[in-house]
């Protein structure tokens, strides 16, 4: 039996959304079908209708911050079924042999499905993917808020565990966006004490209302040059070129600079700032399965919601100009409720 799904897609780099529909054709006995309830935007979103890094094939159905209900379940699937709330991220499969899957760091899986890559994500009524990146959401959790988690909000929270960063940690969130205001609540939820640097006078303001206990100007050096070894670790969620080094200086000894933002531009450090205070430069994407679990059950226990602009399903191209007007505040959701 097939199943129509109604979508909203581009058909060339840059164009609008237009309505689309696409056949699911059987399902398999690993996958589920989503009735797809709300989806947020990522940046990533804009950069694939871009094409922006070459890989995206039209006509493109975007979206890959999915919660919805499960509609269908294949045979095979034991621990989702008909009706249940649940997530979709930027994975919708894994190889599922490989050594990161064998170890628990699906997400570093190098045959790793994309969502929106080669196939068609959560801007529509229906999705379909592999049951073992689909994540049940917890009783208790907004829904309607949750999509950014499992994209934006894992992207932060991965390297919380992966790093093992410490309630006494003295941390730093560099911008505060999409990505940054979730790193805000979450880390100030961890038990540290968390610094938010951004170039926007508004967005100080509402930084510390967000989590911050301290804001720093991103772009004012002699601000950032007198917070000398100050952090254990810093996360960057900027996609521009920033003086690196100038960071790595409020790094204490062992301290970490870790980069969630997509910066195109190549990294110009000292390797001498490295050298001298054994500090670590890294970068992660996503999480794991189970670290979206632990993700979803910590933000239950301490209500944190990314802060979000509801727009329906339908004023799809509306919300793209207003993430395009870098004035949403914090993420875009569609609806389809
Ligand atoms: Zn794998
Ligand atoms: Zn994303």
């Not at 967005?203 to 991103?218: P, V």
Request: hydrophobic share 40%.
């Amino acid at each position: 039996m097939s199943t129509t799904v109604n979508a909203y897609a581009v058909n060339e780099s840059g164009a609008k959304f237009e309505a689309f529909n696409y056949e699911l054709g059987d399902l398999g006995s690993h996958e589920v079908d989503i009735d797809v309830l709300y989806c947020g935007i990522c940046h990533s979103d804009l950069s694939m209708l871009n094409n922006e890094w070459g890989m995206t094939e039209f006509p493109f159905v975007g979206g890959h911050e999915i919660i919805g209900t499960i509609k269908a379940v294949g045979a095979d699937v034991t621990h989702l079924t008909e009706g249940m709330a649940v997530g979709l991220g930027w994975h919708s499969n894994y190889c599922g042999h490989c050594a990161s899957c064998s170890s628990g760091d699906e997400n570093l899986c190098a045959g790793a499905e994309g969502t929106i890559v080669a196939r068609h994500g959560g801007f529509a009524d229906k999705v379909r993917a592999d049951a073992e990146a689909v994540i049940p959401v917890p009783e208790g959790l907004d829904l309607q808020s949750a999509g950014p988690l499992l994209c934006g909000g894992i992207t932060v929270f991965n390297p919380m565990l992966q790093f093992d960063v410490k309630s006494t940690d003295k941390v730093g969130v560099i911008g505060i966006g999409g990505l940054g205001h979730i790193a805000l609540k979450f880390l100030n939820a961890w038990g540290c004490e968390v610094t938010a640097f951004t170039s926007s006078d508004a967005k100080r303001k509402e930084a510390l209302q967000l989590g911050a206990h301290h804001t720093l100007n991103s772009r004012d050096a002699s601000e950032i040059e007198a917070a000398a070894y100050q952090f254990d670790y810093l996360i960057s969620t900027v996609n521009v070129k920033l003086d690196w080094n100038l960071y790595l200086n409020t790094l204490k000894p062992k301290g970490r600079l870790h980069f969630v933002g997509a910066t195109l531009e190549p990294l110009d450090v000292s390797a001498m700032s490295l050298i001298m205070g054994q500090r670590s430069i890294s970068g992660s994407p996503v999480g794991s399965p189970a670290s979206i679990v632990k993700m979803f059950d910590f933000a239950n226990l301490h209500q944190i919601q990314p802060q979000i602009e509801l727009f329906p399903m339908d004023k799809i191209n509306e919300a793209f100009e207003h993430l395009e007007s870098g004035k949403a505040r914090y993420r875009i959701v569609l609806s389809n409720v």
